[in-house]
C-alpha cells in the first residue's frame, strides 16, 4: 500500500533504493502538481502573478510537453505525439505556454495525463533496458547524452520549480496554500 499524506499524495519512500527513491520523488511531484490545479474553472486556470504571464493551465500544458519532450523524445529517440508534432517550436516557442488559455481544463488534464503515462511507460522500458545508468537515445549537439538518472533528478527540479509557481498562483485565485 501506497503511503499517501492529507491531499492525497504518494509519499517517496523513507528507504528505498535509488530506483524507487527518484521515481517516489517524481510522483510526489507530479501529484502536488495534480492538487495544485484541481478544481480551477476557466478563470483560475488563467491566474497569474505580478508581471508573469505563466498560468496554472500553461502549467499543465508545459509540464506535459516537457513530460514528452525528456522521457518520449530524448530518452526514447520518439517522435513526439500530437499535439507537439504539429508545433512549429522555432516560429512558436512558447506555443504550450500561449495556447492553453484557450484549452479546458479536462482537455489540459488529458494532454498532461497521457503525457505522464508516456513518460512512465518510457522509464519502465529504459530501467528494463540499463537501469538508471542508461543513457538516453537522443544525444546532444555535442555528442554527449544524459543518462536516465539525470533526465529524472531535471525531471524533478523542473516540477518542483513549477509547483512553486502554481501555489502561489493557486493562492491569489482562493487562498490555497500549502507545500
Not at 35 to 51: A, E, H, I, P
Request: aromatic fraction near 8%.
Amino acid at each position: 500500500m501506497t503511503d499517501l499524506d492529507e491531499q492525497g499524495r504518494p509519499n517517496p519512500p523513507l528507504a528505498g533504493d535509488e530506483t524507487a527513491t527518484l521515481l517516489g520523488f517524481l510522483e510526489y511531484q507530479r501529484a502536488t502538481l495534480a492538487w495544485k490545479t484541481s478544481g480551477l474553472d476557466s478563470v483560475g486556470l488563467s491566474v497569474t502573478v505580478g508581471v508573469s504571464s505563466m498560468t496554472p493551465g500553461g502549467m499543465l500544458k508545459h509540464l506535459a510537453f516537457v513530460e514528452d519532450w525528456w522521457f518520449c523524445r530524448v530518452l526514447r529517440d520518439q517522435d513526439l505525439p500530437l499535439p507537439w508534432a504539429a508545433v512549429d517550436w522555432d516560429a512558436d516557442p512558447d506555443w504550450d505556454w500561449r495556447t492553453a488559455a484557450a484549452d479546458a481544463l479536462e482537455e489540459l488534464r488529458k494532454v498532461w495525463y497521457d503525457a505522464t503515462e508516456r513518460s512512465r511507460a518510457a522509464v519502465h522500458a529504459a530501467l528494463a533496458e540499463g537501469g538508471l545508468g542508461q543513457l538516453a537515445r537522443r544525444k546532444w549537439p555535442d555528442g554527449r547524452a544524459p543518462s536516465l538518472r539525470w533526465i529524472l533528478c531535471h525531471m524533478i527540479e523542473e516540477y518542483a520549480r513549477h509547483n512553486g509557481h502554481v501555489d502561489l498562483m493557486r493562492e491569489v485565485v482562493d487562498g490555497l496554500t500549502g507545500e
